[in-house]
């Protein structure tokens, strides 16, 4: 059985069945981002495109996070078909 671990690049902290990111990482990605991560994540199943997708721009969100020390603003909220 797999441990589930942070999703963010370089953590390796542990994290519930339910969870993509730990507690301190998951404050990082911005609101919308993990709406949209809930909705999509499904614990054992194979991910979907989206949920790839969706944690893509949640480790860019995340990495611009700690180098810029807080979140970077959007020029437009996500949409879907975006």
Do not use: Y
């Not at 059985?1 to 993509?20: F, K, N, W, Y």
């Not at 994540?41 to 860019?60: G, T």
């Not at 995340?62 to 949409?79: D, M, T, V, Y």
């Amino acid at each position: 059985m797999r441990v589930p671990r942070c999703h963010a690049i370089g953590c390796l902290a542990l994290t519930l069945d339910t969870e993509l990111f730990c507690e301190r990482h998951v404050v990082m990605v911005e609101s919308d981002t993990r709406r949209i991560l809930a909705r999509t994540f499904r614990p054992n199943k194979r991910p979907s495109k989206i949920l790839e997708d969706m944690l893509a721009l949640a480790q860019r969100e995340i990495l611009a996070f700690q180098h810029n020390g807080h979140k970077s603003p959007r020029e437009q909220p996500f949409e879907w078909g975006n």
